[in-house]
Each structure stands twice: as structure tokens, then as C-alpha cells.
Nanobody, 117 residues
């Protein structure tokens, strides 16, 4: 079955960097778009970044210029490089697979990112 496993979260000071990874199994990874979402306490889940099967990317305005999404199809892995982190980036980050109908239908378990001021 489809599995998405995130890693790389942690505690970092404001201005620091983290790189999240999401390893996929059970799918033909290269044909699916992937995305990173986040959810902070008391807030709705927010789409942070997406990457299409062909490699085109899109970002939420709040992270443009600071975050970079990428994928390595040989490793079935999608990454989120997060630079210049701010306390408001604190959240649980989830990777998700976009199915061929355009919906994010498979989710990882999430990884906590905490940015201290």
C-alpha cells in the first residue's frame, strides 16, 4: 500500500534552516504531484508548496523566497528546504500525494517543526 514517511523536523532558532524529506513507497512516484502542507495549533491546514510530476513548483506567499520544494524520482523522495525560518513557521508538516484526479489523497504522519524566537 501507499506509504509516505516524513523526516527532518526539529527545533531550530529563528533564521535557521531545516530540510524535510518524505520517502514514498507503494506508488509509481514519478507520475504523481506531491505537496507539503502544515498545520499550526488552532489553525487550519495550509498548503505550503507543491511540485508536479514534471517538476514545476508553486508556493504559498508566506514561504516564497525562503522554502524550496524538490523531488528525486530515483529515490522516491520529495524534499522541503526551509531557510530563514520564522516562529510563525512552527507547525506539523505533512507531505501528501496528489492523485491523478488532482486531489491530495495520501498523507504522511507529519513531522514537527518548531522555530524559537
Amino acid at each position: 500500500q501507499v506509504q509516505l514517511v516524513e523526516s527532518g523536523g526539529g527545533l531550530v532558532q529563528a533564521g535557521g534552516s531545516l530540510r524535510l524529506s518524505c520517502a514514498a513507497s507503494g506508488i509509481m512516484f514519478n507520475i504523481y504531484g506531491m505537496g507539503w502542507y502544515r498545520q499550526a495549533p488552532g489553525k487550519q491546514r495550509e498548503l505550503v508548496a507543491t511540485i508536479a510530476s514534471g517538476g514545476s513548483t508553486d508556493y504559498a506567499d508566506s514561504v516564497k523566497g525562503r522554502f524550496t520544494i524538490s523531488r528525486d524520482n530515483a529515490k522516491n523522495t520529495v524534499y522541503l528546504q526551509m531557510n530563514s525560518l520564522k516562529p510563525e513557521d512552527t507547525a506539523v508538516y505533512y507531505c501528501a500525494m496528489r492523485n491523478l484526479g488532482g486531489e491530495y489523497s495520501r498523507w504522511g504522519q507529519g513531522t514537527q517543526v518548531t522555530v524559537s524566537s
